[in-house]
């Protein structure tokens, strides 16, 4: 197949052009590389087809297909693709009959630049014909979009007295139109150019690149101080400035550079200052900088050249720039009544080296102190006092203690005293003993008497110290022996059962231990004290005496200067002692000096005790038994609820027997009404007589409560068997049938004549394998696992 005529009509012009399959491939030649030599298939080439935007002419006629192919029937053309069953639809369509291709509507480039259709030759039965041909429509771009800014307003800064050529700033705008065309060339210029204040510099000062939108200086002149910025206006223009345009608008701020040094003004200041104060302001000091407020060209660091004991400060106020003077020391008055201070500023930032050339500015400050009614001063707080703590009433303590600066009158006084130790002159201030002191009273803290003196001067004006007395302690009390009384040993020999004593004394360190035991020359013929250490001796007999009361009396002396000593009466008791050297008692002492009958009677005595004790224990046992084995007749412990108890009745007893058949360890009692017997043979429980189903009561328990409902196992196997135990155990444990006496376990009576043989004739030598668990099977739901563990199969 070729195509017959291909008829193009571009920009709605009236030249038409026939094409044929060979001048379409002789256009397109690439599409034919790779294939070698060999035959190309006539078909469907179109090239493409051009379209101007936003034509007025539609619906209009773009391209006409026409197969060459002879049919017998009648063709028929559709078109498929975006603009006319896709998205955006309706743009095109296709004569069914004559195959012309038209635009029903005017196109827009920015919104689809091309599209993509497929054309079909079909039969009047919908079958094709041949192959469908590809047909691309390109959108041609019309300056239909004027250029925009990329902001409503640009803003940029340049320093002062910058020079020219200086970029300052970028603006930058779009254009919808095709990029590759002029339509979206852009053009850049400033049409106009005011001032900030208007009027301040007429010239003009910046130019831009028409082309990347940089804005820089073009002139000098640009001086903070006269000008502070400017207003561009902007236009940009597409087809490079011949076609549409838009205009704009940029702020450029004239930033300030630091070249302006501060200056006092004025540069003489007087100020008063008052003694003895500190950290107060005294006065401010003014200086003048034409660089930007705020800034760090603008704020000033101040100085005081001539302070060298530092008596005073000055800092800067943030918000006016003011130098702030304050006193940071106590100025005196009679040391000094006046001061010249030297103050010199200088901007935070460095100057610049555009500014002048001047000289630092000064300003002299003159500060006059003012004389005021001072406090007196004590030479010391608190005033340290040391004295002994026996020191004689009226002893001098301190004098000269304070002093007032303006040289007036004092008067003194104690404020405090608690102990009412101490006195002071009035008029000297001279601080004596009034009485002696006592280390143990409950204000002296460690060592040391507080109390606290005030002294006022002849304008009213008063200050108080505190007096720190610390008290040496003196040997005031002479020691005391502990325990004046105490037991010894009559047998000189048992030396190790002496009277230890000690020594107690009031006095403190180093008036205390250690201490000195002695005895008197006259008193020594039987009694010795040895010493043991510095605290403690041994009062000990040298002779065997008799068995009774003794005076002895012990010198004992301190350590302290002077020595003070005392002597002590001792009540010692003499006794007789054991091979331990321990006294004996009243009891044991007479049985020793007894005939053999006393300790005889003493062993009868013992064993009548004894025999009692045995007799009361037998009641006790007699009457607990005798509880026990008479419970009413006609009660049991515990009584089944249902047929359905799911325990298989077994039964509650007390005890535990010695086996099945062992009935000896209590007597069973069944409970039940002959009417109810069962008439079937093998209902009963063996050897009992009572028919199955009803529950057997022990006759030695009550069983008139009723007991607690005892858990039931599901239908199934229960999931938690710890759980399961646990519920029962807490229903027995609840039981008040239970009987109240100790019993390890609880079980129900079982019958009696048990056929099982012992557990010794299991025949365990045998394997599994051996053994046919089969039966199992048959012994229900219950034992279905233990049947599926065993099955062989």
């Known amino acids: 197949m070729a195509v017959h005529m291909l008829m193009v009509c ?126 691309e429509i390109v959108v041609l771009d019309q300056n239909d979009n004027r250029p925009a800014f990329t902001q409503s307003q640009f803003g940029g800064s340049v320093s002062e007295f910058s020079v020219p050529g200086t970029s300052v700033m970028s603006v930058s705008a779009t254009d919808a139109d095709d990029p590759m065309t002029e339509n979206a060339f852009l053009s850049y210029s400033i049409t106009g150019q005011e001032s900030i204040p208007a009027n301040a510099v007429t010239k003009t000062m910046f130019g831009i690149n028409n082309e990347t939108g940089a804005i820089y200086t073009r002139d000098v002149g640009l001086d903070r101080e006269v000008v502070k910025g400017f207003r561009l206006k902007l236009q940009v223009a597409d087809m490079g400035g011949m076609g549409l345009t838009s205009e704009g608008v940029a702020i450029i701020h004239i930033s300030d550079i630091n070249n302006h040094a501060p200056q006092f003004s004025p540069a003489l200041y007087s100020m008063t ?53 304050t006193v940071v020391k106590p100025l005196d008055y009679e040391a000094m009544d006046e001061y010249s201070l030297i103050l010199t500023v200088e901007n935070v930032n460095p100057l610049s080296n555009k500014a002048p050339n001047l000289p630092m500015s000064t300003a002299t400050v003159v500060v006059t102190v003012v004389n005021e009614n001072e406090a007196p001063h004590f030479r010391e707080d608190p005033i340290q006092i040391v004295v002994p703590e026996s020191v004689v009433p009226g002893t001098l303590l301190k004098s000269n203690i304070a002093f007032d600066p303006d040289n007036s009158d004092l008067r003194y006084e104690i404020s405090r005293d608690p102990e009412r130790w101490l006195d002071i002159n009035r008029a000297t201030g001279d601080i004596t003993a009034k009485r002696t002191f006592n280390m143990q009273s409950p204000n002296v803290r460690n060592n040391i008497y507080n109390a606290v003196v005030k002294v006022t001067d002849a304008g009213g004006v008063s200050t108080t110290a505190t007096v720190a007395i610390t008290l040496k302690e003196t040997n005031d009390f002479p020691p005391q022996l502990f325990p004046l009384s105490g037991t010894v040993c009559g047998d000189a020999g048992h030396r190790s059962s002496g009277l230890i004593v000690t020594a107690v004394d009031k006095d403190l360190p180093p008036h205390a231990a250690p201490f000195t035991f002695e005895m008197p020359d006259d008193l020594s013929i039987n009694w010795t004290v040895i010493q043991v250490n510095h605290t403690h001796a041994v009062l000990q007999s040298l002779l065997e005496l008799e068995a009774g009361e003794y005076v002895v009396t012990v010198f004992v002396a301190d350590s302290g200067s002077p020595v003070l000593s005392t002597y002590a009466q001792v009540n010692v008791t003499v006794c007789l002692c054991d091979s331990f050297g321990d006294c004996k008692s009243e009891a044991v002492a007479v049985l020793g000096s007894s005939v053999g009958i006393g300790f005889i009677a003493l062993i009868i005595i013992m064993a009548s005790i004894a025999l009692l004790l045995l007799l009361l224990l037998l009641a006790v046992a007699v009457t607990s038994c005798g509880r026990r084995h008479h419970i009413k007749k006609g009660t049991g412990l515990l009584v089944g609820e249902s047929e359905d108890d799911i325990r298989d009745n077994v039964f509650n007893y007390d005890e535990q027997g010695g086996g099945e058949e062992d009935e000896n360890a209590f007597n069973i009692d069944l409970l039940w009404n002959p009417h109810d017997a069962p008439s079937t043979p093998g209902s009963y429980y063996p050897g009992s007589g009572v028919p199955r189903g009803k529950q057997p009561l022990r006759k030695d328990a009550p069983h008139n409560l009723p007991s607690p409902i005892y858990p039931r ?81």
């Open 10 to 135: 571009v920009l709605g012009a009236l030249l038409c052009q026939m094409w044929s399959s060979a001048e379409v491939e002789a256009l397109y030649p690439w599409r034919n590389q790779g294939k070698g030599l060999v035959r190309v298939k006539r078909d469907w080439i179109i090239p493409p087809i051009r379209v101007l935007e936003n034509s007025k002419q539609v619906p209009e006629n773009l391209v006409q297909i026409k197969s060459d192919k002879i049919f017998t029937g009648e063709v028929i053309y559709k078109l498929e693709g975006p603009g006319v069953d896709q998205e955006p639809k309706n743009l095109f369509e296709i004569d069914d009959k004559t195959g012309v291709i038209r635009s029903k509507r005017p196109l827009d480039r920015e919104r689809h630049n091309s599209f993509t259709l497929k054309a079909f030759a079909l039969s009047t039965s919908g079958e094709r014909l041949e192959n469908p041909s590809t047909i």
């Open 273 to 325: 200052a008052v003694e003895n104060r500190e950290d107060y302001e005294i006065g401010r000091v003014n200086v003048t900088d034409r660089d930007d407020r705020g800034t760090g060209n603008w704020e000033g660091k101040y100085f005081i050249s001539n302070d060298p004991e530092g008596l005073f400060a000055i800092s800067t106020d943030p918000a006016t720039n003011e130098g702030v003077l």
């Open 713 to 793: 196992r599901p239908t199934a196997d229960p999931t938690d068997i710890e759980d399961y135990i646990n519920d029962g155990l807490e229903a027995a444990d609840n039981d008040p049938n239970v009987p109240p006496y100790d019993t390890a376990l609880i079980y129900d009576y079982e019958g009696e004549g048990s056929l099982a043989g012992s557990l010794s004739s299991i025949a365990s030598g045998s394997s599994d394998e051996d053994q046919d668990y089969d039966y199992l099977n048959n012994w229900g739901p219950r034992f279905q696992k233990l049947a599926n563990m065993y099955d062989p199969r």
